[in-house]
T-cell receptor, first 110, second 115 residues
């Protein structure tokens, strides 16, 4: 199972872009990168996913390096409600198993 | 109109009891999952069913038994509850594709406390 490495915590000023890095150097060619976040003890919330190309949706942008060994989640204008634990996950095989690491605790400050 | 709903939201019970947690999804997904989040906040998968067939069965005590009566439901029954079973249990669902999942959605969790 491909593993991911993320910083334990990050701070971001409200209104600024939050850039959350993730390393996944053992990712296989057909494995997708998924990002989820968990606010307090709520259920994890899907943010975005990608394979090779950069992706953007209404919540965030995902930048994947050309060698696919790392990626960055970008929240363009962070708000206080974006304070959460952000998980970078490489989807394992065809079973749908999500392997969560410790994630990055993002604290958005006024 | 909750997409993945779990009941109950909170469950407090004594050691040795047997309890069940129910999960239902109305998203038309073919795969459902149970995850456990312990006090250290790590989320780990326990089980997964695809079209009512067990496809993931992680190293979980056999006191835990999932049951999927149909594609829209996945229940978790726990026998002889122990203190260490205290955790938040999340149900999730998705549609499996080749190398990816579609619409992977989590429920809001069931906080189980064993006293």
């Amino acid at each position: 199972d491909a593993k991911t490495t993320q910083p334990t915590s990050m701070d971001c000023a409200e209104g600024r872009a939050a850039n959350l890095p993730c390393n996944h150097s053992t990712i296989s060619g057909n494995e997708y990168v998924y990002w989820y976040r968990q606010i307090h003890s709520q259920g994890p919330q899907y943010i975005i996913h990608g394979l090779k190309n950069n992706e953007t949706n209404e919540m965030a942008s995902l930048i994947i390096t050309e060698d696919r060994k790392s990626s960055t989640l970008i929240l363009p204008h962070a708000t206080l409600r974006d304070t959460a634990v952000y998980y970078c996950i490489v989807l394992s095989g065809n079973t749908g198993k999500l392997i969560f690491g410790q994630g990055t605790t993002l604290q958005v400050k006024p | 109109d909750t997409a993945v709903s779990q009941t109950p939201k909170y469950l407090v019970t004594q050691m040795g009891n047997d309890k069940s947690i129910k999960c239902e999804q109305n998203l038309g997904h073919d795969t459902m999952y149970w995850y456990k989040q312990d006090s250290k906040k790590f989320l780990k998968i326990m089980f997964s069913y695809n079209n009512k067939e067990l496809i993931i069965n992680e190293t979980v005590p056999n006191r835990f038994s999932p049951k999927s009566p149909d594609k829209a439901h996945l229940n978790l029954h726990i026998n002889s509850l122990e203190l260490g079973d205290s955790a938040v249990y999340f149900c999730a669902s998705s549609t499996l594709g080749v190398g990816k999942n579609y619409g992977y959605t989590f429920g809001s969790g069931t906080r189980l406390t064993v006293v």
